[in-house]
């Protein structure tokens, strides 16, 4: 069963910054469109930002100029560079990932807490 492996979450101040990494658990499973999604407690999931196989992105937009999203092939890994962290950017962060053959898969999210 391929998964998605996250990690990078944690605790930062307002300000800071983090770096989120997803990478899938077997090679079988290629990221075509590779995604960051976010939920707060008592909100629906929303997205943060994509990216397509030709490196197109896109964001929400209150992360745009903070957050970059970015993949690396080689590493079948999609990464999450989040800057100038703000206390409403808290939340469980969940990536999702599409296989042309093997379809969509997400990860088991990663808590990102900023602190004021």
């Known amino acids: 069963q391929v998964q998605l492996v996250e990690s990078g979450g944690g605790l930062v101040q307002a300000g800071g910054s983090l770096r989120l990494s997803c990478a899938a658990s077997?090679?079988?499973?290629?990221?075509?469109?590779g995604g960051w999604y976010r939920q707060a407690p008592g909100n629906e999931r929303e997205l943060v930002a994509t990216?397509?196989?030709?490196?197109?992105?896109n964001y929400a937009d209150s992360v745009k100029g903070r957050f970059t999203i970015s993949r690396d092939d080689a590493k079948n890994t999609v990464y999450l560079q989040m800057n100038s962290l703000k206390p409403e950017d808290t939340a469980v962060y969940y990536c999702?990932?599409?296989?042309?053959?093997?379809?969509?898969?997400w990860g088991q999210g990663t808590q990102v807490t900023v602190s004021s």
């Open positions: 999702n990932a599409i296989d042309r053959r093997l379809g969509s898969r």
């Open positions: 990216i397509g196989f030709s490196g197109a992105t």
């Open positions: 077997e090679r079988i499973f290629s990221i075509n469109v």
